[in-house]
């Protein structure tokens, strides 16, 4: 018998010692997200690997599962209690060490293995901790799956069995990067910003693009798991800003940063203007739409409205599906439709047969915006951006709101707007409704606003663009807020227009 996991237990006590704590709300719609040592421990942590073993058994699938762990102080022993307990519910384990969550995934493939467990919090600050898990490879858990492992797991509803095993694959990291670089070196001579934030990224990212033929300008590389510049999270402003200002200074063509776990890329162009990603979807869209007609392409709700409304993009045949925000849902989405790729704002890309895999790599990101240059030799990365119809978009803006009441909240905004339809927002009147995830809000100009639940953190997100101007931007964004603040639950945006 295991215990029964705690939602709540007093650090530096005998009961924290003796029993799991898992605090429930980490169970979140895609992956699983904890402050450590606060809403979960390790004993919590291998109950959570009991729970991953029992589900996949359960699913039917394989019981061969490959492993890493981020660049933070204590992700290599969260990871090592992760494995105890997934090994004592019969999972062979295959450990690939310090990885970018791509490369684990690149591991199901490369080591055949059907699921995966890759311990990391992605970008969120120091202090958290998360696992991204899958049985299907390339896909990652969904609503589905992490509603199943939470009622295992908080039941202590665990299958143990024999059969668990543990292998350490060395040097795996040089098989994930001969398999980035087995392609044509660039042509062109490309001076390129890799920007770490200090994170995993740093230990792999430079080297693939000094191995495609860029010359390299290292920006915050070596790995330190206190971040002490900034968050290696490529949607943050001050991350964004450091690139564009080592990109003024050295004269690079394009600057990339990298996020903490090296599924995301984030993009500044020669002129040391930062693009946000939606927009970078649409370049690289524009640009495989020509080398495949009549693509297909899957962006998220936050995304630009641009992907439905180019003409380039509608010349070539591309078609575009709007979907729910979140790697695992687009993801899944790409997968069903057979697109060519996904784009989510906030930098997950996922790039289908025959440019990638179908998950999200932020390595591979960088390499397609390198070939993307490489195609077009007479035009820089800003000639290629101004080429992109303009709008104003605002970055993705968090505010505050505890994950217990979070979906509520928004489910009052949805209804909210839902009861203005036909009215006028922000001086226009609301032409459409988006519900697919929280609800975009569509006027008659183009001009929309978001309000959805993050999916990983305590937070309501809210994106705001205008093809007309930035003023309407601004007066949706007022809007937007107006309505969403009428709720007391709701704090500080993390950043603002």
């Not at 898992?22 to 109950?47: H, S």
């Not at 589900?55 to 490959?66: A, S």
């Not at 958290?128 to 295992?152: C, H, Q, S, Y």
Request: hydrophobic residues 40%; negative net charge.
């Amino acid at each position: 018998m295991f215990p029964k996991p705690q939602v709540a237990l007093v650090p530096n006590t005998y009961e924290y010692e003796s029993f799991p704590l898992v605090k429930p709300t980490g169970f979140r719609e895609y992956d699983a997200r904890w402050l450590f040592e606060k809403e979960i421990n390790l004993m919590g942590v291998q109950a959570l690997g009991m729970g991953i073993g029992t589900l996949i058994h359960e699913m039917g699938v394989r019981p061969d599962l490959v492993t890493g762990h981020d660049f933070r102080g204590y992700s290599s022993s969260i990871k090592y209690a992760l494995i105890s307990g997934m090994m004592a519910a019969g999972l062979r384990v295959k450990d690939i060490g310090l990885a970018l969550s791509p490369m684990a995934y690149f591991g199901q493939f490369e080591l055949d293995c059907p699921a995966v467990a890759m311990v990391t919090a992605s970008h969120n600050d120091n202090g958290w901790t998360g696992v991204k898990m899958g049985a299907n490879r390339p896909l990652t858990f969904g609503p589905e799956e992490m509603g199943r492992l939470k009622d295992i797991v908080m039941n202590a509803a665990f299958t143990l069995r024999e059969g668990g095993s543990y292998q350490f694959v060395e040097d795996f990291r040089d098989r994930y990067i001969t398999d980035l670089t087995n392609r044509p070196k660039l042509k062109r001579k490309l001076k390129v910003v890799a920007a770490c934030g200090n994170g995993t990224a740093g230990a792999f990212a430079p080297q693939v693009l000094e191995m495609i033929g860029c010359e390299v300008i290292p920006l915050d590389t070596n790995l330190d798991h206190t971040f002490p510049r900034y968050n290696p999270n490529p949607e943050d402003m001050k991350m964004l800003h450091a690139i564009a200002d080592k990109v003024r200074e050295t004269g690079a063509d394009v600057g990339l940063g990298f996020d903490g776990d090296g599924d995301r890329c984030g993009v500044v162009d020669n002129n040391g203007d930062e693009i946000f990603a939606d927009k970078i979807g649409v370049m690289l869209a524009r640009d495989l739409s020509k080398l495949h007609p009549n693509a297909t392409f899957v962006v998220d709700v936050k995304s630009t409205g641009v992907f439905a409304t180019d003409p380039e993009l509608r010349a070539q045949g591309a078609k575009t599906d709007y979907w729910k925000t979140g790697h695992s849902y687009i993801k899944r989405r790409v997968n069903e439709l057979s697109a060519l790729a996904g784009f989510e704002k906030s930098g997950h890309f996922f790039f289908n047969k025959p440019v990638g895999r179908g998950y999200d790599d932020g390595v591979l990101t960088a390499i397609a915006v390198c070939e993307m240059l490489d195609r077009n030799p007479g035009k820089s990365m800003a000639d290629l951006y101004s080429a992109v119809p303009k709008t104003w978009g605002s970055p993705t803006m968090a505010a505050k709101c505890a994950d217990e009441v979070k979906y509520e909240v928004v489910d009052r905004v949805v209804k909210r707007f839902t009861g203005l339809k036909g009215e006028k927002v922000g001086g226009h009147a609301i032409t459409d409704l988006i519900t697919v995830n929280g609800v975009r809000v569509v006027t008659d100009d183009g001009t929309w606003g978001l309000v959805r639940a993050s999916s990983n953190k305590p937070e309501i997100v809210v994106v705001v663009e205008s093809p007309v101007s930035e003023a309407r931007m601004r007066e949706m964004f007022k809007a937007v807020d107006a309505v969403l603040h009428e709720n007391p639950e709701v704090g500080a945006y993390n950043q603002t227009i």
